[in-house]
């Protein structure tokens, strides 16, 4: 297979999957690996990630727009005049901490987590027993309502996801539901918080490219097909989380965990 092809592959399992609760990182390890060929990288995780975040930021965009505007009106009242938007803004900024500090933990203590295939496997069956275990749960608090604590523990659904073949989406929406959210909240909050630390993310990559790491145009194509398929992938994903249908998403987890671990034993 050739790298641009491969690359382009990439970056619509990534931007599929990522929305998807069934983890985007796991998929793309087990794709490159079946054809023997690697994108490791920093660089690139960032990039093809950010490819899935303008599209979420685009599906999003009303939003966000309200969020700016009310963030502006907050700070022009330093920080002084508390509105709904501000609060959001907040939460989000909680929900992002734990992540920020694992990763950097992560980096002081040179941990790499790697892609090792059977290990994705035994994530995958985490991802999908979690997933069956809230896949009836329909809350009632909005996040308007929502405490900085279960904003923070939402955060820690993240940090878990760090860990390839747990899912990001699936991991946060999972606490969300599980502390109470209501269904729309869990979904819209667990893509709102994905937003800075994915432009985190990418800020760093950029800061090693200029100091000597690692780049290829080829992310540049990764991240543009992620970018189209993560539209897809958001719309699929909120219309089973809004029908109460994450177990399907648990079923998939699940035969496909099964089968890692039995072809890898």
Aim: charged share 10%; glycine share 8%; net charge negative.
């Amino acid at each position: 297979m050739s790298n641009g092809l491969f690359y382009i592959l990439l970056g619509i399992i990534q931007g599929f999957t990522e929305p998807l609760p069934i983890s985007s990182s796991g998929h793309v390890a087990i794709f490159s690996q079946l054809f023997g060929m690697s994108a490791d990288g920093i660089a690139f995780e960032a990039f093809i990630n950010f490819g899935s975040t303008i599209a979420i930021i685009i599906y999003f965009w009303s939003d966000i727009e309200r969020l700016f505007f009310g963030g502006v009106d907050y700070l022009k009242s330093g920080l002084k005049e508390n509105t709904e938007e501000s609060n959001y803004l907040w939460k989000i900024f909680w929900a992002t901490i734990p992540m920020v500090i694992v990763t950097v933990i992560m980096m002081l203590l040179d941990i790499n987590l790697g892609d090792d295939i059977r290990t994705i496997g035994f994530a995958l069956f985490v991802t999908s027993m979690s997933l069956f275990f809230v896949s009836n749960k329909e809350g009632d608090t909005s996040i308007k309502s929502m405490t900085f604590k279960v904003a923070i523990l939402i955060g820690v659904g993240q940090a878990i996801a760090l860990m390839p073949g747990i899912s990001r989406s699936g991991m946060t929406m999972v606490f969300a539901l599980a502390l109470g959210l209501n269904r729309k909240d869990a979904f819209d909050f667990s893509f709102m918080m994905f937003i800075p630390a994915s432009i985190g993310g990418l800020l760093y990559s950029l800061l090693e490219i200029f100091t000597g790491g690692d780049f290829s145009i080829f992310y540049i194509v990764s991240a543009f097909f992620a970018f189209i398929f993560t539209v897809f992938g958001l719309k699929i994903t909120r219309k089973f989380v809004m029908a109460s249908k994450l177990h399907y998403f648990a079923i998939y987890c699940l035969v496909v965990s099964l089968a890692i671990i039995f072809i890898t034993a």
